[in-house]
DNA sequence: GGTTTTATTCGACAATTGTCGAAAGAGCGT
DNA sequence: ACGCTCTTTCGACAATTGTCGAATAAAACC
Protein backbone atom coordinates (compact mmCIF):
# COMPACT_ATOMS: atom_id res chain seq x y z
CA UNK A 1 0.00 0.00 0.00
CA UNK A 2 1.54 3.05 -0.78
CA UNK A 3 1.32 5.80 2.02
CA UNK A 4 -0.95 7.60 0.07
CA UNK A 5 -3.74 5.09 0.71
CA UNK A 6 -2.28 4.86 4.14
CA UNK A 7 -3.29 8.77 4.64
CA UNK A 8 -6.41 8.20 2.98
CA UNK A 9 -7.66 5.57 4.85
CA UNK A 10 -7.25 7.30 7.93
CA UNK A 11 -8.32 10.67 6.57
CA UNK A 12 -11.88 8.69 5.39
CA UNK A 13 -11.77 6.87 9.16
CA UNK A 14 -11.18 10.17 11.01
CA UNK A 15 -13.88 11.91 8.60
CA UNK A 16 -16.64 8.97 9.76
CA UNK A 17 -15.42 9.41 13.54
CA UNK A 18 -16.27 12.87 13.17
CA UNK A 19 -19.50 13.29 11.31
CA UNK A 20 -20.72 10.34 13.11
CA UNK A 21 -19.81 12.28 16.92
CA UNK A 22 -21.34 15.58 15.29
CA UNK A 23 -24.63 13.83 14.04
CA UNK A 24 -25.46 11.83 16.85
CA UNK A 25 -24.25 14.43 19.56
CA UNK A 26 -27.04 16.26 21.38
CA UNK A 27 -25.69 19.62 20.62
CA UNK A 28 -23.55 19.48 17.45
CA UNK A 29 -22.82 22.65 17.51
CA UNK A 30 -20.48 22.08 20.57
CA UNK A 31 -19.21 18.95 18.80
CA UNK A 32 -18.38 21.33 15.17
CA UNK A 33 -16.41 23.49 17.71
CA UNK A 34 -14.55 20.73 19.27
CA UNK A 35 -13.36 19.35 16.25
CA UNK A 36 -12.44 23.14 15.02
CA UNK A 37 -10.52 23.46 17.93
CA UNK A 38 -8.65 20.03 17.66
CA UNK A 39 -7.46 20.61 14.31
CA UNK A 40 -6.24 24.63 15.19
CA UNK A 41 -8.23 25.73 12.91
CA UNK A 42 -9.85 29.93 12.70
CA UNK A 43 -13.40 30.38 11.38
CA UNK A 44 -12.32 32.88 9.27
CA UNK A 45 -10.23 30.37 7.91
CA UNK A 46 -12.90 27.54 7.83
CA UNK A 47 -15.16 29.99 6.46
CA UNK A 48 -12.96 31.33 3.80
CA UNK A 49 -11.82 27.70 2.60
CA UNK A 50 -16.32 26.83 2.41
CA UNK A 51 -16.49 30.26 0.69
CA UNK A 52 -19.23 31.82 3.23
CA UNK A 53 -19.72 34.38 5.80
CA UNK A 54 -17.65 34.28 9.16
CA UNK A 55 -21.08 34.20 10.67
CA UNK A 56 -22.00 31.03 9.23
CA UNK A 57 -19.70 29.25 11.49
CA UNK A 58 -20.59 31.03 14.41
CA UNK A 59 -24.10 30.61 14.12
CA UNK A 60 -23.47 26.70 13.67
CA UNK A 61 -20.98 26.34 16.59
CA UNK A 62 -23.23 28.68 18.76
CA UNK A 63 -26.48 26.37 18.50
CA UNK A 64 -28.43 28.95 16.35
CA UNK A 65 -29.88 25.60 14.15
CA UNK A 66 -30.57 22.91 16.43
CA UNK A 67 -30.77 20.13 13.59
CA UNK A 68 -27.70 21.45 10.84
CA UNK A 69 -28.17 19.31 7.67
CA UNK A 70 -25.99 16.55 6.71
CA UNK A 71 -24.60 18.35 3.68
CA UNK A 72 -23.06 21.21 5.75
CA UNK A 73 -22.09 18.89 8.44
CA UNK A 74 -20.01 16.97 5.95
CA UNK A 75 -18.82 19.77 3.80
CA UNK A 76 -17.34 21.43 7.52
CA UNK A 77 -15.83 17.94 8.32
CA UNK A 78 -13.72 17.37 4.73
CA UNK A 79 -13.20 21.22 5.30
CA UNK A 80 -10.90 20.42 8.18
CA UNK A 81 -9.82 17.57 6.91
CA UNK A 82 -8.33 19.34 3.85
CA UNK A 83 -6.86 22.23 5.45
CA UNK A 84 -5.29 20.43 7.86
CA UNK A 85 -4.08 18.19 4.55
CA UNK A 86 -3.04 21.23 2.87
CA UNK A 87 -0.68 22.35 6.25
CA UNK A 88 1.38 18.69 6.43
CA UNK A 89 -1.70 16.86 7.69
CA UNK A 90 0.02 16.65 10.96
CA UNK A 91 -3.51 16.48 13.04
CA UNK A 92 -4.67 13.69 11.08
CA UNK A 93 -1.64 12.13 12.04
CA UNK A 94 -1.90 12.12 15.03
CA UNK A 95 -5.17 10.73 15.30
CA UNK A 96 -3.48 7.28 13.44
CA UNK A 97 -2.80 5.85 16.58
CA UNK A 98 -6.00 6.21 17.49
CA UNK A 99 -7.98 5.06 14.94
CA UNK A 100 -5.48 1.75 14.48
CA UNK A 101 -5.40 1.24 18.80
CA UNK A 102 -7.42 -1.84 19.71
CA UNK A 103 -9.56 -0.48 22.30
CA UNK A 104 -10.43 -4.25 23.69
CA UNK A 105 -6.72 -3.87 25.49
CA UNK A 106 -6.68 -5.99 28.38
CA UNK A 107 -5.78 -3.24 30.75
CA UNK A 108 -8.35 -1.22 29.37
CA UNK A 109 -11.60 -1.29 31.66
CA UNK A 110 -13.26 1.84 29.96
CA UNK A 111 -13.19 4.28 28.00
CA UNK A 112 -15.80 6.93 26.69
CA UNK A 113 -15.55 10.28 25.19
CA UNK A 114 -17.16 13.67 25.60
CA UNK A 115 -17.92 16.39 22.97
CA UNK A 116 -18.66 18.90 25.36
CA UNK A 117 -16.00 19.28 28.40
CA UNK A 118 -16.50 18.83 32.15
CA UNK A 119 -14.71 20.63 34.48
CA UNK A 120 -12.71 19.04 37.68
CA UNK A 121 -14.61 20.28 40.39
CA UNK A 122 -17.50 18.42 38.59
CA UNK A 123 -15.47 15.21 38.01
CA UNK A 124 -14.87 14.70 41.81
CA UNK A 125 -18.20 15.30 42.63
CA UNK A 126 -19.47 12.80 40.66
CA UNK A 127 -16.80 10.34 41.79
CA UNK A 128 -17.08 11.22 45.31
CA UNK A 129 -13.07 12.01 45.03
CA UNK A 130 -10.42 13.39 47.43
CA UNK A 131 -8.42 16.09 45.29
CA UNK A 132 -4.91 15.53 46.15
CA UNK A 133 -3.53 17.67 43.58
CA UNK A 134 -5.18 20.51 42.54
CA UNK A 135 -2.56 20.79 39.25
CA UNK A 136 -3.54 23.39 36.40
CA UNK A 137 -6.94 22.74 35.29
CA UNK A 138 -7.88 21.49 32.18
CA UNK A 139 -11.32 20.71 30.37
CA UNK A 140 -11.73 16.89 30.34
CA UNK A 141 -13.27 15.44 26.98
CA UNK A 142 -13.26 11.99 28.62
CA UNK A 143 -12.14 9.34 30.67
CA UNK A 144 -10.18 5.83 30.41
CA UNK A 145 -10.53 3.21 33.35
CA UNK A 146 -7.24 1.53 33.18
CA UNK A 147 -6.33 -1.50 35.16
CA UNK A 148 -2.94 -0.27 36.89
CA UNK A 149 -0.65 -3.21 36.37
CA UNK A 150 -1.75 -4.78 33.72
CA UNK A 151 -1.29 -1.23 32.21
CA UNK A 152 2.16 -1.22 33.26
CA UNK A 153 3.30 -4.65 32.71
CA UNK A 154 1.92 -5.33 29.02
CA UNK A 155 1.56 -1.78 27.69
CA UNK A 156 5.22 -0.43 26.09
CA UNK A 157 5.60 3.46 25.93
CA UNK A 158 4.08 3.57 22.44
CA UNK A 159 1.13 2.03 23.67
CA UNK A 160 0.80 3.14 26.65
CA UNK A 161 -0.22 6.45 24.97
CA UNK A 162 -3.60 4.64 23.48
CA UNK A 163 -5.03 5.01 27.16
CA UNK A 164 -5.47 8.79 25.60
CA UNK A 165 -7.96 7.94 23.47
CA UNK A 166 -9.18 11.06 21.39
CA UNK A 167 -7.40 13.32 23.64
CA UNK A 168 -4.89 13.40 26.44
CA UNK A 169 -7.14 16.30 27.97
CA UNK A 170 -9.13 13.27 29.77
CA UNK A 171 -9.41 12.06 32.84
CA UNK A 172 -6.96 8.57 33.29
CA UNK A 173 -8.48 6.45 35.63
CA UNK A 174 -6.41 4.03 37.24
CA UNK A 175 -7.55 0.94 39.42
CA UNK A 176 -6.25 -2.04 41.29
CA UNK A 177 -3.70 0.19 42.66
CA UNK A 178 -1.95 -0.07 46.28
CA UNK A 179 -0.23 3.47 47.12
CA UNK A 180 -0.37 5.39 43.53
CA UNK A 181 2.82 5.44 43.00
CA UNK A 182 3.56 3.38 39.80
CA UNK A 183 1.05 5.25 37.48
CA UNK A 184 2.59 8.38 38.13
CA UNK A 185 5.56 7.05 37.48
CA UNK A 186 4.56 5.69 33.99
CA UNK A 187 2.95 8.86 33.09
CA UNK A 188 6.56 10.53 33.49
CA UNK A 189 8.11 8.75 31.52
CA UNK A 190 5.70 8.85 28.48
CA UNK A 191 5.87 12.12 28.66
CA UNK A 192 2.11 12.79 28.13
CA UNK A 193 0.45 14.77 30.20
CA UNK A 194 -3.30 13.50 31.07
CA UNK A 195 -5.90 16.09 31.68
CA UNK A 196 -6.22 14.42 35.39
CA UNK A 197 -5.50 11.07 37.44
CA UNK A 198 -7.34 9.36 39.13
CA UNK A 199 -6.14 6.59 41.67
CA UNK A 200 -8.74 4.21 42.29
CA UNK A 201 -8.87 1.79 45.81
CA UNK A 202 -7.82 4.50 48.34
CA UNK A 203 -8.41 7.46 49.91
CA UNK A 204 -6.61 10.70 49.50
CA UNK A 205 -5.08 10.52 52.41
CA UNK A 206 -3.77 6.77 51.92
CA UNK A 207 -1.71 8.30 48.63
CA UNK A 208 2.26 7.95 48.43
CA UNK A 209 3.91 11.35 49.26
CA UNK A 210 5.90 10.55 46.15
CA UNK A 211 2.85 10.28 43.73
CA UNK A 212 1.72 12.97 45.18
CA UNK A 213 5.15 15.01 44.91
CA UNK A 214 5.06 14.18 41.17
CA UNK A 215 1.75 15.32 40.33
CA UNK A 216 2.72 18.74 42.19
CA UNK A 217 6.10 18.68 39.60
CA UNK A 218 3.95 18.32 36.65
CA UNK A 219 0.93 19.94 37.35
CA UNK A 220 -1.62 17.26 37.04
CA UNK A 221 -4.55 17.38 39.01
CA UNK A 222 -4.45 14.23 41.51
CA UNK A 223 -7.85 12.73 42.67
CA UNK A 224 -8.56 9.40 44.67
CA UNK A 225 -11.54 7.63 45.39
CA UNK A 226 -13.25 4.32 46.86
CA UNK A 227 -16.43 4.65 44.56
CA UNK A 228 -17.24 1.41 43.46
CA UNK A 229 -15.53 0.92 39.65
CA UNK A 230 -18.59 0.05 37.78
CA UNK A 231 -20.56 2.82 39.12
CA UNK A 232 -18.13 5.11 38.71
CA UNK A 233 -18.11 4.03 35.16
CA UNK A 234 -21.75 4.61 34.58
CA UNK A 235 -21.52 7.58 36.35
CA UNK A 236 -19.26 9.04 34.32
CA UNK A 237 -20.76 7.47 31.34
CA UNK A 238 -24.35 9.37 32.08
CA UNK A 239 -22.40 12.80 32.45
CA UNK A 240 -23.31 13.67 29.01
CA UNK A 241 -27.21 13.28 29.88
CA UNK A 242 -26.33 15.09 32.48
CA UNK A 243 -25.60 18.72 30.92
CA UNK A 244 -28.22 18.36 28.91
CA UNK A 245 -30.64 17.95 31.36
CA UNK A 246 -29.01 21.14 32.83
CA UNK B 1 -15.92 -4.52 32.51
CA UNK B 2 -19.31 -6.21 32.60
CA UNK B 3 -20.52 -7.49 29.64
CA UNK B 4 -23.84 -4.98 29.27
CA UNK B 5 -20.64 -2.31 29.58
CA UNK B 6 -18.99 -4.16 26.42
CA UNK B 7 -22.30 -4.51 24.81
CA UNK B 8 -22.68 -0.67 24.98
CA UNK B 9 -19.10 0.26 23.95
CA UNK B 10 -19.78 -1.79 20.62
CA UNK B 11 -23.26 -0.29 20.25
CA UNK B 12 -22.01 3.22 20.52
CA UNK B 13 -19.22 2.59 18.49
CA UNK B 14 -21.20 0.84 15.75
CA UNK B 15 -23.77 4.41 16.06
CA UNK B 16 -21.06 6.55 15.47
CA UNK B 17 -19.99 4.68 11.99
CA UNK B 18 -22.94 4.34 11.12
CA UNK B 19 -24.06 8.16 11.28
CA UNK B 20 -20.86 9.01 10.56
CA UNK B 21 -21.41 6.88 7.06
CA UNK B 22 -24.48 8.35 6.32
CA UNK B 23 -23.68 11.95 7.25
CA UNK B 24 -20.96 11.85 4.73
CA UNK B 25 -22.88 10.44 1.89
CA UNK B 26 -23.71 11.85 -0.68
CA UNK B 27 -27.36 9.84 -0.95
CA UNK B 28 -27.91 9.98 2.35
CA UNK B 29 -30.94 8.31 2.29
CA UNK B 30 -29.03 5.77 0.48
CA UNK B 31 -26.78 5.35 3.47
CA UNK B 32 -29.76 4.92 5.99
CA UNK B 33 -31.67 2.41 3.74
CA UNK B 34 -28.55 0.63 3.46
CA UNK B 35 -28.30 0.41 7.45
CA UNK B 36 -32.13 -0.62 7.91
CA UNK B 37 -31.51 -3.76 5.66
CA UNK B 38 -28.16 -4.64 7.01
CA UNK B 39 -30.41 -4.96 10.77
CA UNK B 40 -33.41 -6.80 8.68
CA UNK B 41 -36.13 -4.06 9.96
CA UNK B 42 -38.87 -3.05 8.00
CA UNK B 43 -39.80 0.45 7.21
CA UNK B 44 -43.28 0.01 9.18
CA UNK B 45 -41.30 -1.27 12.46
CA UNK B 46 -38.95 1.62 12.78
CA UNK B 47 -41.68 3.90 11.74
CA UNK B 48 -43.68 2.48 14.62
CA UNK B 49 -40.93 2.64 16.47
CA UNK B 50 -40.05 6.30 15.89
CA UNK B 51 -44.29 7.31 16.41
CA UNK B 52 -43.75 8.94 12.15
CA UNK B 53 -45.88 7.77 9.26
CA UNK B 54 -44.22 5.00 7.31
CA UNK B 55 -44.14 7.50 4.60
CA UNK B 56 -41.71 9.57 6.28
CA UNK B 57 -38.95 6.76 6.61
CA UNK B 58 -39.83 6.48 3.00
CA UNK B 59 -39.65 9.74 1.89
CA UNK B 60 -35.64 9.91 3.74
CA UNK B 61 -34.70 7.04 1.92
CA UNK B 62 -35.79 7.92 -1.66
CA UNK B 63 -33.97 11.19 -1.30
CA UNK B 64 -36.77 12.99 -1.04
CA UNK B 65 -34.73 15.44 1.18
CA UNK B 66 -31.27 16.07 0.19
CA UNK B 67 -29.61 16.88 3.31
CA UNK B 68 -31.75 15.36 6.21
CA UNK B 69 -30.94 16.95 9.89
CA UNK B 70 -28.52 15.66 12.25
CA UNK B 71 -31.89 15.18 14.59
CA UNK B 72 -33.74 12.55 12.54
CA UNK B 73 -30.40 11.19 11.54
CA UNK B 74 -29.92 10.44 15.06
CA UNK B 75 -33.52 9.38 15.83
CA UNK B 76 -33.13 6.65 13.32
CA UNK B 77 -29.43 5.22 14.25
CA UNK B 78 -30.77 4.94 17.50
CA UNK B 79 -34.04 3.20 17.10
CA UNK B 80 -32.10 0.59 14.60
CA UNK B 81 -29.75 -0.63 17.35
CA UNK B 82 -32.60 -0.41 19.73
CA UNK B 83 -34.88 -2.45 17.92
CA UNK B 84 -31.93 -5.11 17.34
CA UNK B 85 -31.11 -5.03 21.18
CA UNK B 86 -34.94 -5.59 21.79
CA UNK B 87 -34.57 -8.41 19.47
CA UNK B 88 -31.61 -9.70 20.95
CA UNK B 89 -28.53 -7.70 19.76
CA UNK B 90 -27.80 -10.47 17.10
CA UNK B 91 -27.13 -7.39 14.06
CA UNK B 92 -25.16 -5.59 16.80
CA UNK B 93 -23.44 -8.44 17.83
CA UNK B 94 -22.36 -9.31 14.59
CA UNK B 95 -20.35 -6.13 13.90
CA UNK B 96 -18.32 -6.69 16.90
CA UNK B 97 -15.56 -8.26 15.24
CA UNK B 98 -15.14 -5.56 12.88
CA UNK B 99 -15.27 -2.94 14.83
CA UNK B 100 -12.15 -4.26 16.89
CA UNK B 101 -10.92 -5.25 13.82
CA UNK B 102 -7.19 -4.06 13.05
CA UNK B 103 -7.25 -2.99 10.05
CA UNK B 104 -3.33 -2.48 9.52
CA UNK B 105 -2.90 -5.89 9.34
CA UNK B 106 0.07 -6.56 7.01
CA UNK B 107 -1.97 -8.69 4.39
CA UNK B 108 -4.24 -5.80 3.66
CA UNK B 109 -3.59 -3.72 1.00
CA UNK B 110 -6.55 -1.59 0.82
CA UNK B 111 -10.59 -1.91 2.06
CA UNK B 112 -12.93 0.30 1.60
CA UNK B 113 -17.32 0.48 1.65
CA UNK B 114 -19.52 1.47 -0.12
CA UNK B 115 -23.10 2.79 1.12
CA UNK B 116 -24.97 2.10 -2.41
CA UNK B 117 -23.93 -1.35 -4.01
CA UNK B 118 -21.83 -1.85 -7.40
CA UNK B 119 -22.85 -4.59 -9.97
CA UNK B 120 -20.76 -7.28 -10.92
CA UNK B 121 -20.53 -5.87 -14.45
CA UNK B 122 -19.37 -2.19 -13.58
CA UNK B 123 -16.12 -4.23 -11.65
CA UNK B 124 -15.30 -6.25 -14.38
CA UNK B 125 -15.74 -3.38 -16.77
CA UNK B 126 -13.71 -0.81 -14.07
CA UNK B 127 -10.76 -3.14 -13.51
CA UNK B 128 -10.83 -4.39 -16.96
CA UNK B 129 -10.86 -8.15 -15.70
CA UNK B 130 -12.14 -11.55 -17.60
CA UNK B 131 -14.79 -13.21 -15.69
CA UNK B 132 -13.59 -16.60 -14.90
CA UNK B 133 -17.22 -17.34 -13.25
CA UNK B 134 -20.37 -15.57 -13.60
CA UNK B 135 -21.63 -17.35 -9.91
CA UNK B 136 -25.14 -16.02 -8.06
CA UNK B 137 -24.56 -12.03 -8.99
CA UNK B 138 -25.05 -10.01 -5.63
CA UNK B 139 -24.45 -6.67 -5.15
CA UNK B 140 -20.80 -5.02 -3.84
CA UNK B 141 -20.84 -3.18 -1.24
CA UNK B 142 -17.03 -2.76 -0.77
CA UNK B 143 -14.04 -4.02 -1.92
CA UNK B 144 -10.64 -5.57 0.12
CA UNK B 145 -6.94 -6.06 -1.33
CA UNK B 146 -5.33 -8.53 0.13
CA UNK B 147 -1.77 -10.23 -0.35
CA UNK B 148 -2.59 -13.78 -0.90
CA UNK B 149 0.50 -15.48 0.44
CA UNK B 150 0.37 -13.44 3.41
CA UNK B 151 -3.56 -13.65 4.32
CA UNK B 152 -2.68 -17.18 3.74
CA UNK B 153 0.43 -17.76 5.91
CA UNK B 154 -0.73 -14.91 8.66
CA UNK B 155 -4.02 -15.20 9.05
CA UNK B 156 -6.28 -17.89 10.98
CA UNK B 157 -9.42 -18.70 10.26
CA UNK B 158 -10.96 -16.39 13.08
CA UNK B 159 -8.82 -13.42 11.70
CA UNK B 160 -9.51 -14.34 7.76
CA UNK B 161 -13.05 -12.89 7.89
CA UNK B 162 -11.61 -9.92 9.06
CA UNK B 163 -11.24 -9.40 5.89
CA UNK B 164 -14.76 -8.95 4.52
CA UNK B 165 -15.15 -5.19 6.64
CA UNK B 166 -18.66 -4.44 7.34
CA UNK B 167 -20.28 -6.92 4.80
CA UNK B 168 -19.07 -10.31 3.55
CA UNK B 169 -20.52 -8.64 0.28
CA UNK B 170 -17.92 -7.54 -1.31
CA UNK B 171 -15.35 -8.06 -3.85
CA UNK B 172 -11.74 -9.81 -2.22
CA UNK B 173 -8.83 -8.85 -4.15
CA UNK B 174 -6.11 -11.22 -4.07
CA UNK B 175 -2.44 -10.11 -5.53
CA UNK B 176 0.62 -11.59 -5.96
CA UNK B 177 -1.27 -14.79 -6.77
CA UNK B 178 0.69 -17.39 -9.19
CA UNK B 179 -2.67 -19.86 -10.33
CA UNK B 180 -5.26 -18.54 -8.07
CA UNK B 181 -6.13 -21.76 -6.45
CA UNK B 182 -4.67 -21.35 -2.56
CA UNK B 183 -7.44 -18.07 -2.10
CA UNK B 184 -10.35 -19.87 -3.01
CA UNK B 185 -9.24 -22.43 -0.53
CA UNK B 186 -8.78 -20.64 1.77
CA UNK B 187 -12.46 -19.29 1.49
CA UNK B 188 -14.06 -22.57 1.82
CA UNK B 189 -12.53 -23.46 4.54
CA UNK B 190 -13.47 -20.18 6.27
CA UNK B 191 -17.63 -21.20 5.22
CA UNK B 192 -18.03 -17.33 4.56
CA UNK B 193 -18.19 -16.48 0.68
CA UNK B 194 -17.55 -13.05 -0.62
CA UNK B 195 -19.48 -11.24 -3.25
CA UNK B 196 -17.11 -11.61 -5.81
CA UNK B 197 -12.95 -13.29 -6.05
CA UNK B 198 -10.96 -11.39 -7.99
CA UNK B 199 -7.16 -12.47 -8.99
CA UNK B 200 -4.72 -10.30 -9.55
CA UNK B 201 -1.78 -10.72 -11.49
CA UNK B 202 -3.01 -13.19 -14.18
CA UNK B 203 -5.34 -13.03 -17.08
CA UNK B 204 -8.67 -15.36 -16.96
CA UNK B 205 -7.24 -18.06 -19.08
CA UNK B 206 -4.10 -18.94 -17.07
CA UNK B 207 -6.64 -19.28 -13.86
CA UNK B 208 -6.00 -22.68 -12.04
CA UNK B 209 -9.22 -25.38 -13.54
CA UNK B 210 -9.51 -26.34 -9.65
CA UNK B 211 -9.61 -22.51 -9.18
CA UNK B 212 -12.58 -22.55 -11.64
CA UNK B 213 -14.11 -25.46 -10.37
CA UNK B 214 -14.21 -24.48 -6.87
CA UNK B 215 -15.55 -21.16 -7.58
CA UNK B 216 -18.78 -22.68 -9.52
CA UNK B 217 -19.41 -25.47 -7.13
CA UNK B 218 -19.30 -22.37 -4.63
CA UNK B 219 -21.52 -20.16 -6.95
CA UNK B 220 -19.04 -17.08 -6.52
CA UNK B 221 -18.06 -14.60 -9.06
CA UNK B 222 -14.43 -15.17 -9.92
CA UNK B 223 -12.75 -12.77 -11.97
CA UNK B 224 -8.81 -12.08 -13.31
CA UNK B 225 -7.17 -8.90 -13.90
CA UNK B 226 -3.75 -7.60 -14.99
CA UNK B 227 -4.65 -4.30 -13.84
CA UNK B 228 -1.63 -2.04 -11.89
CA UNK B 229 -2.91 -2.26 -8.27
CA UNK B 230 -2.84 0.95 -7.20
CA UNK B 231 -4.69 2.19 -10.04
CA UNK B 232 -7.16 -0.66 -9.78
CA UNK B 233 -7.50 0.94 -6.03
CA UNK B 234 -7.96 4.24 -7.71
CA UNK B 235 -10.70 3.36 -10.17
CA UNK B 236 -12.65 1.32 -7.31
CA UNK B 237 -12.67 4.29 -4.70
CA UNK B 238 -13.86 6.67 -7.17
CA UNK B 239 -16.68 4.51 -7.87
CA UNK B 240 -18.72 6.46 -5.57
CA UNK B 241 -18.24 9.34 -6.98
CA UNK B 242 -19.03 8.02 -10.92
CA UNK B 243 -21.96 7.23 -8.92
CA UNK B 244 -22.68 10.62 -8.44
CA UNK B 245 -22.47 11.48 -11.86
CA UNK B 246 -24.41 8.95 -13.89
C1' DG C 1 -4.63 53.31 23.55
C1' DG C 2 -5.02 51.88 18.82
C1' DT C 3 -5.14 48.35 15.43
C1' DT C 4 -5.86 43.87 13.89
C1' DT C 5 -7.72 39.42 14.30
C1' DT C 6 -11.20 36.43 15.65
C1' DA C 7 -15.70 35.59 17.14
C1' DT C 8 -20.69 36.50 18.23
C1' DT C 9 -25.33 38.20 17.69
C1' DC C 10 -29.30 38.87 15.12
C1' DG C 11 -32.77 40.63 11.68
C1' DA C 12 -34.13 39.17 7.41
C1' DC C 13 -35.73 36.14 3.82
C1' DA C 14 -35.48 32.59 0.25
C1' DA C 15 -35.10 27.82 0.29
C1' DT C 16 -35.59 23.55 2.25
C1' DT C 17 -36.98 20.32 5.65
C1' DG C 18 -40.22 17.46 8.63
C1' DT C 19 -44.22 15.30 8.52
C1' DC C 20 -49.02 14.09 7.58
C1' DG C 21 -52.28 11.59 5.05
C1' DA C 22 -54.30 9.97 0.87
C1' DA C 23 -53.63 7.25 -3.03
C1' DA C 24 -51.32 3.85 -5.47
C1' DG C 25 -47.96 0.02 -6.55
C1' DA C 26 -45.49 -4.47 -5.78
C1' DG C 27 -44.99 -8.93 -3.84
C1' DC C 28 -46.71 -12.82 -1.42
C1' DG C 29 -49.94 -16.21 0.38
C1' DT C 30 -54.46 -18.24 0.16
C1' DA D 1 -59.02 -12.64 -7.57
C1' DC D 2 -58.55 -11.08 -2.99
C1' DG D 3 -56.42 -9.65 1.27
C1' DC D 4 -52.37 -8.43 3.64
C1' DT D 5 -47.79 -6.46 4.17
C1' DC D 6 -44.49 -3.37 2.80
C1' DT D 7 -43.11 0.52 0.16
C1' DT D 8 -43.47 4.63 -2.72
C1' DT D 9 -45.24 8.96 -4.46
C1' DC D 10 -46.75 13.45 -3.79
C1' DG D 11 -49.57 17.63 -2.52
C1' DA D 12 -49.69 20.47 1.24
C1' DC D 13 -48.11 23.47 4.88
C1' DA D 14 -45.99 24.83 9.27
C1' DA D 15 -41.50 24.99 10.93
C1' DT D 16 -36.80 25.30 10.44
C1' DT D 17 -32.58 25.84 8.03
C1' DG D 18 -28.84 28.20 5.24
C1' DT D 19 -26.82 32.21 4.65
C1' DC D 20 -25.94 37.16 4.16
C1' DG D 21 -24.46 41.36 6.04
C1' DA D 22 -24.32 44.78 9.53
C1' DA D 23 -23.20 45.76 14.05
C1' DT D 24 -20.86 44.59 18.07
C1' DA D 25 -17.65 42.27 21.32
C1' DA D 26 -13.46 40.05 22.90
C1' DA D 27 -8.75 38.88 22.53
C1' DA D 28 -4.20 39.51 20.89
C1' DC D 29 -0.56 42.34 19.38
C1' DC D 30 2.18 46.53 18.99
Redesign the pocket.
Known amino acids: MTKDMANENIRQRLAEKMAGEITLSEKPGEAL ?1 KWRLNFDI ?6 GYL ?12 G ?6 T ?2 VS ?1 IVDALLEIDTSKGGQKIHSYEGMLYANPGAKAVYATYEYTYPMQLAKLATLIEADVVNKGVEKPLYGFTVVDSKKAILELSSHEFQKLYGWSTERALIFTKVSTGKSPLVAIRVTNLKPGAVVIHGIRGNQVDPMAKKMAEIDRIPLLATTMDIDELVEVLKKYSQYHVIE
Do not use: M, N
Not at 51 to 62: A, R
Open positions: KAQTDLSKVSPSVISDYESRRKSPGLIK
